[in-house]
């Protein structure tokens, strides 16, 4: 995969940190369950709790947070200071004090969900990394999503929070470091919410229970709490170079650069520092989505004979995959699963597959399979369709 982590440099100066003012305030009447204060945009979620929304963009840019122009000045563009936004773990409105526990969902769009052909095999991106876009339904005309903060450096989190909405720190440009609470006491973490930033390492805070779907983006060293119960697919990804579990963690473990649930019931991701011949164990039963996507493996042998599903995007464009050997029986080969593996001619012979699914082998040497007499192959299973141009 092509790597999206680029190495800038930043002139040293001293770290600014700027936070709202609270004499200079942006207030609205209360509306539909949220309001403007400090230049925020807040939605009231609970009896006391609210979700931060939006910045106000005069406010954003004329601090610094936000550059309307950033895209006119190239992706090897760096900013001449180190610029923190800091989030408030309480507001005031209208004499009373609401506690910040939310950083909203944005929606998104999935690649799965989508099967959007042109984008197979996704030119550089995982395939399950959605598209954060704006958050609309409690949108106001001069505010930013949090995510359009693109010159920010550094971003201060406070310990009132409860859950990190997917995408919603997603796309901060120059986005380096994140910083957390020592301790929270119930965290959880959506889809992607640091994709396509410039975060080199990472350390979750103790008190996180969940980790979503590519919740960690492309950042290539992570830490791993002792209180993490739950971890979706792709978040240890062919990016991630260090993986460290804190000690006492009971649910998952490290081996061979592939990340396991402790069991070893089911693997979640390969790092990439996964070696080159891969030999699944007997005891997984389940492979999550794009767990070796875009890796430099060469062949894969399965312990167990039989295996009920290859999910989707699981070996997604492993350009040196050569073989698939071990497997006697599988019942289902999920969406894209081999898409994009361009030198694979072997999986050997399944006697039972009843399912191949769209694109399961777009772009492949079709390999040689045996089909259950009623078997069901979706659309562009075997071929490659001509792409249509990009706009």
Known sequence: MKKKIITIMIISSVMIIMTVSTNAQKQSSTKNNAFWE???FYHIIGKNEVEALAIDKDY?????YYDSNLFLKG??????KKIAFSFSAS??????????????DYKSSNYFEKHDLRIIPNKGQNFICPSATLYSQYSNGNGLPL?????????????TLEFIGSGSLAYCDKLEEVVF????DYLTFGNYVFGSTHIKSIQI???TYKLGDCALGEIPSVSLPKSLKKIGANVINNNTKKVTIAPGNSKFKMRDGILYSSDESVLYGASAKVPKNVVIPKKVKEIKTCAFAFSNI????????????????AFANCRKLTKISGLKEINYIEYAAFAGCEKLYDIGKPTILSYVGEAAFWDTKKPEIKLFSQAKVKKYAFEKPELEPEE
Request: glycine share 6%; aromatic share 12%.
């Open 38 to 40: 400090d230049y925020i």
């Open 60 to 64: 954003a840019e004329a601090n610094g």
């Open 75 to 80: 992706k090897d563009y760096h900013p001449k």
């Open 91 to 104: 507001v005031k409105h209208n004499g009373k004090i609401y506690k910040l526990t939310h950083l909203p």
């Open 147 to 159: 995510n359009y903060l693109n010159s920010i450096t550094t971003i201060i989190l406070p310990d």
């Open 181 to 184: 609470a020592k301790k929270y």
């Open 205 to 207: 805070p103790e008190g």
């Open 298 to 313: 060469k062949t894969v042998t399965f312990k167990s004979k039989y295996f009920s599903s290859i999910s989707p995007g």
